[in-house]
Structures are given as C-alpha cells and as structure tokens.
C-alpha cells in the first residue's frame, strides 16, 4: 500500500443506528470434521475454543431498513443448498433485500463440515441439526443487534501485522509448486480495525479485516477451532472487554508461515500475535468527530509542517448495492463425469479434490462464463466489499491502492463460496489455486476492474 500519512486528513466515519451482537455456535463435539484430504481424522474430539457467531446492523436511522454483516467462525460451503437455506432463512425471516445482507465465514479448517452429502460418515448425523441450529443463531443475533441497536459511530483505521506469509512454494526439488510458506515473496502486513463507539466515544465492538488463511491447525487436529481468531479475540477482549467481528481479507495466497500442525498452542500464538497488532492499531485512533489537518509552518532550523486536530462532519451516508461481474469458465468435466470420476477412486485426497469441483460445477452450470455476484457498501466515506472466491491478496492491494487513503474492507468468501482466483502470472504454474479454480486467466484482474469501476460509479452517484 501507499504511505498512510495522510490517511487522517478525512473522516472515514459512519453515523446512524447501529446494533452488535454476538452468539457462540460451537457444534456438538462428535460432529463430521473432515476437512482435509491427508489424515485419517473423520470428527471432532473435543473443543479449543468457541467458535462464534458477530453481528453488526446498520441503520441511517430508527425507521430506515437494516445493512447487516454476520461473520462465523466456519470453513466453507462445499455445495450451494446449504449456504442457500441459511442465507434465504435469515432474509425471509426479516424481509430483507439482496444486496443488504452479508454473510461472512473466517474460513476456519477446523470447523464441522456445512454438507449434508457428508450426512452418512461418522458424525455427519449431526449437520442437518447443526444447519438449523445456525439458522436460529443467526436470526437470535440479528434480533438481538437490532433491539439493542444505539445512536453510534463506526470509523477505521490502518495498522500492520506480519503474520500473514505467501503460500505458494516452488519447490525445485520436486520441481512443482507446492502449498505453503514461501520465504522469497513478503506477505501483505496491512491490517484494517473498525470501531464502533456510542455518542459518548464509549468503545463498543470491534472489527477486524485481515487477509490469513487459518490453516495453523490440520489433520492431527481433531478439536474444533477457530484457529488463530480465537486467541486473537481472548487479547482483545481482556484488554478492551469488548467483542470483536473478524472479516477474512482476500487471503488466496496469504497463511502463516508455520501450520499443518496438531498443536494448538502454534495457533494461539499466532492469534495473540494478530491481537497484540490490533491493540496497537487501536491506540491510533483520535476522536471520532476530529481529524488531523495541515496548519502551517514555522521556521525552527528546519522547516516544520504543523498538523493538528479539526472538527470534521461525520457522514450517515449508507449505500448497500450488487454488482456482478462477468468471469470466463474454463473447460472443466460436468457434475456427471465428476461424480464417475468421484465413485470410481479409492483415494482420500483426489476423493475429496473431487467433491470440492462437483460443489463448483453445482453452481457454475454448464455455461462458459458466470455473474460473480459482488457486494459493495458506502458505509460513510468507507467501502465494503465482498464476494464469493478465494481471491488472492493482489485483489485487495489493488483495489485499496486505487481509493486511498479511503479505507476499503475486502472480504473473502461472502454469500457463498466458488474457489479460487489467482493472478494471471500463476496460471503457467501447476499451483493447486490454479488447477482448483473454475476460472479462466485473468479473472481476478477483471473481477478487480469491475470493482474499481463500481466504486468509482458509486462515490460520483452517491
């Protein structure tokens, strides 16, 4: 990203009604968790920690329609129906529209499994009752957020955490790429915190955007986790004594350097190294209604630029919108040659590689390209945007670079959840992001264009 000096000299802020909620969603221990190919593990054994379920809802006023962000501690949606029930329950369940609803999973490899095709596996009797359970815990939270909403603020702030690595190894002994720790690209250390106050600056909630693959824990993990969030959220609230929201950022090639481990004090390390980041971001921020502005020079051997605080207006602008994006699909089998394919093998690993592209094929169809839907909100002079992929860590530097200093949210697996989308360069490589994704070459970069050209539209129709 670019020099943050100046990213005090605007208000970034939100003002209206806004509501925090926070429920844990922990399913019962025994439940079907295989996440990963590798290993033998087929359900939980026991608890790390909570995973939760955040709410935030935001109003321009009492009587205006709710925006609402839910974010919870899970994996990702191998097939689109469950996704579906959840998302179409919640917004039957409050009437609300499209693009006014996002919900955000912190893609947590050590979470239960969100397919009922793994209903017959050991453990995998309790994901239908786990769905429903999601479903009531979602709709508790929104209630919740919205019967206790309050006349708030909600601003942002840039800070920095080097945990986040690159992942995408060539490994010249093999003479392939390989999935994890790559010593020769620097991870992106950006690090956005929200903070939602009352009237009073009385802080209230938290949010936290960062772009890390929790993958710390794997197959010889057999607890449930939210990996590294969890640790992160135990700083935060022993020091703050509030809850706080994580948005996984555009993580597709971003992972801590050390994971694939069975022990979780690695996780909580990393969690304790991301909350201490946040806590430091924190004590950055001003006043809510203040901002710092240029207020002349004076001679003093050097000569000094003088910056201090100035009243500024809080905005209560609120613009909840989608837009899709059209990506070329590559030639891949139907769902009827995948699920041969899928009978056929014995082996755990291309099993499982192939049901993850049946899921895919499930949503694309049978057509060539597809309308990646986008979710982009005006909250203040903030943006928020979200969509479905594992978008790699080019998409939110680009996008944040093109808007600057205006903080820009980027959020990863939203609504849904359809692979991977890589840089253009990859697609020469064998990486696993490239032969997993749906998508032709240069997608992201269309996906990143498209969304520039909607924020643009965006800021000049607001």
């Given at each position: ?8 000299t ?10 925090v ?28 920690r909570?995973?939760?379920?955040n ?16 974010s ?43 397919s009922?095709?793994?209903?017959q ?11 429903d359970f ?30 986040a ?22 991870g ?8 939602v ?30 990996d ?86 809080i ?11 059209k ?21 755990s ?20 390209s ?37 903080p820009?949210?980027v ?41 520039v ?10």
């Open positions: 990203m670019k020099s943050k000096a100046a990213q005090g605007i208000s970034n802020a939100f003002e209206g009604i806004i509501g909620s926070t429920k844990i969603i922990t399913p019962k221990v025994g439940i079907y968790t295989r996440n990963w190919g590798a290993g033998d593990s087929q359900y939980s054994e026991g608890v790390h909570p995973l939760e379920l709410c935030l809802t935001l109003q321009e006023n009492e009587h205006s329609a709710p925006t609402i962000i839910i919870a501690d899970l994996g990702w949606w191998k097939t689109p129906d469950e996704e579906a029930y959840i998302r179409t329950g919640v917004r039957k369940h409050f009437n609300i529209e499209l693009p006014n609803l996002m919900f955000c999973l912190s893609h947590t490899h050590s979470g239960p499994s969100l009922l095709a793994d209903s596996k050991k453990g995998g009797e309790l994901i239908k009752p786990y769905l999601l479903l009531e815990a979602s709709i508790a939270a929104i209630q919740t957020a919205l019967d206790t909403s309050f006349s708030g603020r909600l601003d942002w702030r840039y800070g920095s955490c080097d945990l690595t690159n992942r995408d190894f060539y490994c010249g002994e093999e003479n392939r790429y390989l999935t994890g720790f790559n010593p020769e690209i620097t992106d250390n950006t690090l956005l915190v929200g903070r106050t009352d009237m009073e600056s009385r802080v209230k909630f938290l949010i936290v955007n960062y772009a890390c693959h929790p993958t710390t824990l794997a197959w010889d993990n057999h607890l449930i986790s939210p590294y969030i969890g640790a992160m959220r135990e700083v935060i609230k022993d020091s703050v004594g509030v809850d706080l929201m994580f948005l996984q950022g555009a993580s597709g090639d971003q992972a801590p350097a050390i994971q694939y481990v069975g022990d979780v004090d690695v996780a909580d390390n990393y969690g304790r190294q991301l909350g201490y980041s946040v806590l430091s971001t924190i004590y950055q921020f001003i006043d809510v209604s203040k901002s710092l502005a240029f207020q002349g020079s004076v001679e003093s051997g050097a000569s000094l630029a003088i910056w201090g605080l100035t009243d500024v207006a905005s209560t602008t609120l613009i909840p919108q989608i837009i899709y994006v990506l070329p699909v590559r030639d891949l089998p139907s769902e009827l040659e995948l699920q041969s394919l899928w009978t056929k093998s014995s082996d690993v291309e099993k499982e590689r192939l049901w993850r592209k049946i899921g895919l094929r499930r949503i694309l169809g049978d057509n060539d597809f309308e990646l839907p986008v979710w982009i909100w005006k909250v203040g002079e903030t943006i928020i945007v979200g969509q479905c992929t594992e978008a790699y860590v080019h998409f939110q530097k680009q996008i944040r670079d093109a808007f600057f200093p205006t820009v949210v959020i990863n697996i939203v609504n849904g959840y359809i692979g991977y989308l890589p840089t253009k360069e990859l697609y020469q490589s064998d990486a696993y992001s490239v032969w997993q994704t749906p998508f032709e070459a240069g997608s992201l970069e269309k996906l990143e264009s498209g969304v050209r909607a924020i643009v539209n965006l800021n000049n129709n607001e």
